[in-house]
């Protein structure tokens, strides 16, 4: 356990030091079948009740490749903009360890399907910096253990672990950066965004899940820390299990600060596994890294190589859709925002909803105003993030269009809102319940600018010798007397007409 | 199939294979192999790879290294789900089992 007094000050680590990152994302393809089997890959089953003789290794089993494993595989590196292998095979990476039955886990190893890309990702301050890919290859998922005995499952004092194969043979892609360097203090935020560009790729090509929490999506941080005169890079660890984007942020914060107080004080960094924990945001040592060549790769020999054409690689380029960034500056130009009006939207968590509010048949300007006003405050007032809100796009887009076609002023469209979020159902329900319909009679508006006249003859007075600013003071005694059940331009026009006719 | 690098041990000059890199094999495959075994794997091991480098010397320069006999690529099959085995048959070759699960040894030091 690292104490916070083994930790160096943040600021003081990027004094003496820079950091340099590695991370390598695991991502489970969404294929509804194993990648060597046809073996379901639903999550959540009961234990073993989705496995075969293949993925459980028993003797004379044959695996076969599935098409979209790899097509999904060629999907992503050309998101990546990577180049994709002519040929290449998968290899065996053997180790003993029980969440593999065969005792190896067939992966690639020196011929990646996809390799040599980039991926820019968007930094809060709306800047971009450029993330190179070394690689991304595919594998396949393990099992999962459980350690029974020693404590809260670790395998520390544990008497005997239970495997549960179920996930092993899930089609994997693991994408690997090539070293990021120049980051700075901003080391942390740059694998956090790097992490979330990667997400919202994946799930713009509906390849994965993307669950960080379900485990379809897992990073490992390699960080390592330079002094500023240094030529090579520093010793580095790896940090597993970061769950989150968040974790991934706070994790390699703490690796900086920790590596930093162990060289300060003339220590050396050892090359090792370690574990990211969430409750105390620190990372705990893990097992001393074995090299590459320990796990003894060697060409699979039941799996023939694959030589995409290039005529199928360029089909599969012509699938990828409209990718998240392009799709981000074709919306900032589309509703007219500036790079710092669109980046708010983003930070407030409000462009989905607006895209979704739109889609549902609302003006962008209208979606935009109620998302990231009225309904932004609502959502500080409750402590709650903007997608949080019990609140759909499309009941809201309803509340817009009701107000576009004149049944809604804007004060009842918050009192319908206001119903939605206390649950009360739809904004027709609500204003049929609520009695929010705008007065659109214009004998009932007459009778109330009547009343208002009467009460107020000064100002009466004022209106009939030509002084039309004054009608203000009478339309907001009606809208009062309506209770903001009327069209205040409505009112307005039926106050001058009565005021010419008098 | 690439052989680990030689690391130190007794290699003798123009040996394929050093007591070093079979005590790291060994290691690598959980086999206990005392200090007198270490030397007669060694040169057992030894004559084999040198019996299998020949091979080598046929190869000409034009002939990539072949690591599948059958001339195919591609070889996929469709993304269609087929049944699994239930939990029981699954289980049924298993030496231990508890819950559902299979049941191991404990794992010494070795957290993945
Ligand atoms: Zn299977």
């Known amino acids: 356990m690292t104490s916070v007094a083994d930790l160096m000050a943040y600021d003081e680590v990027l004094d003496r030091f820079d950091p340099v990152l590695g991370l390598e994302v695991h991502t489970e393809l969404n294929t509804q079948t194993k990648m060597f089997c046809g073996c379901t890959t639903t999550f959540g089953a009961e234990q073993n009740t989705q496995t075969c003789p293949i993925c459980l290794g028993l003797p004379g089993a044959l695996p076969v490749v599935n098409a979209v494993g790899i097509e999904s595989a060629i999907r992503i590196g050309l998101a990546l903009n990577c180049e994709i292998a002519q040929w290449c095979r998968f290899a065996r990476k053997n180790y003993f360890y029980p969440d593999m039955p065969k005792n190896f886990q ?10 040599n890309g980039w991926l820019d990702v968007l930094l809060d301050d709306g800047s971009v910096f450029r993330v190179e890919i070394e690689r991304a290859h595919m594998e396949e998922d393990t099992g999962k253990s459980l350690h029974v005995g020693g404590s809260a ?19 994997l892609i693991e994408i690997v950066t090539k070293p990021i360097t120049g980051t700075g203090e901003r080391a942390p935020e740059v694998a ?74 003339g220590g050396s960094i050892l090359q090792e596994t370690r574990h990211y924990e969430e409750v105390s945001q620190s990372t705990r040592s893990g097992r001393i890294k074995e090299t590459a060549e320990d796990y003894r790769y060697f060409p699979e020999p039941d799996l023939v190589p694959i030589a995409p054409s290039r005529e ?50 609302a003006p962008a300007d209208e979606a935009r105003s109620w998302w990231v006003a009225y309904l932004t405050q609502q959502a500080n007032t409750r402590g709650v993030e903007l997608a949080e809100l019990p609140i759909t796009p499309a009941r809201l887009a ?23 979020l206390a649950g009360e159902g739809e904004p027709d329900e609500i204003i049929a319940a609520r009695g929010l319909a705008v007065v659109s009679d214009d004998s009932a508006l007459l009778a109330a600018v009547d009343e208002a006249l009467a009460e107020q003859p000064d100002i009466a007075e004022k209106i009939r010798s030509g002084k039309v600013a004054a009608a203000g003071a009478i339309v907001g005694a009606v809208m009062k007397k309506t209770k903001g059940q009327a069209d205040a331009k409505r009112v307005r026009e039926l106050i001058l007409e009565r005021c010419a006719e008098q | ?31 206990a192999v005392t200090e007198d075994e270490l030397d007669l794997f060694a040169g057992q091991l030894d004559v084999i790879l040198q019996s299998v480098a020949t091979v080598g010397e046929v190869a000409a320069d034009d002939i990539p290294p072949t690591s599948h006999a059958v001339p195919l690529t591609n070889v996929f099959r469709e993304d269609v789900v087929r049944p699994c085995l239930t939990q029981e048959q699954a289980l049924s070759g298993a030496p231990a089992a508890e819950d559902g699960r299979f049941r191991v040894p404990r794992i010494l030091g070795e957290e993945q």
């Open chain 1, 106 to 115: 067939t992966s690639q190893y020196d011929e990646p399907i996809a390799f």
């Open chain 1, 153 to 171: 499952g670790r395998i520390h004092g544990a008497e005997y672990s239970l495997l549960d194969y179920n996930r092993a043979g899930v089609p």
């Open chain 1, 192 to 265: 956090r965004a790097y992490v979330s560009a990667l997400r919202d790729l994946l799930r713009a090509l509906n390849v994965s899940d993307v669950r960080m929490d379900q485990g379809s999506l897992r990073c490992d941080a390699n960080v390592s820390l330079m002094t500023k005169d240094a030529t090579e890079f520093g010793t580095r660890t790896e940090t597993k299990n970061v769950n989150s984007l968040r974790s991934v942020e706070r994790a390699v914060r703490f690796e900086m600060c920790r590596q930093g107080a162990i060289l300060a004080t």
């Open chain 1, 312 to 361: 199928w690689v360029e089909q599969l380029r012509a699938t990828l859709p409209e990718l998240p960034w392009e799709r981000n500056n074709r919306l900032k130009a589309d509703w007219n925002l500036s790079d710092e009006e669109f980046r708010d939207l983003v930070n407030a968590g409000a462009l989905e909803l607006i895209v979704a509010t739109v889609d549902a048949g």
């Open chain 1, 398 to 420: 309803r509340v817009i269009v009701l107000i576009a076609e004149g049944k809604l002023t804007t004060t009842l469209a918050r009192q319908v809102v206001d119903g939605v």
């Open chain 2, 1 to 31: 199939m690439s052989l680990p690098t030689p690391s130190g041990g007794s290699a003798s000059e123009g040996r394929a294979i050093s007591r070093g890199d079979v005590a790291h094999l060994a290691k690598l495959a959980r086999l």
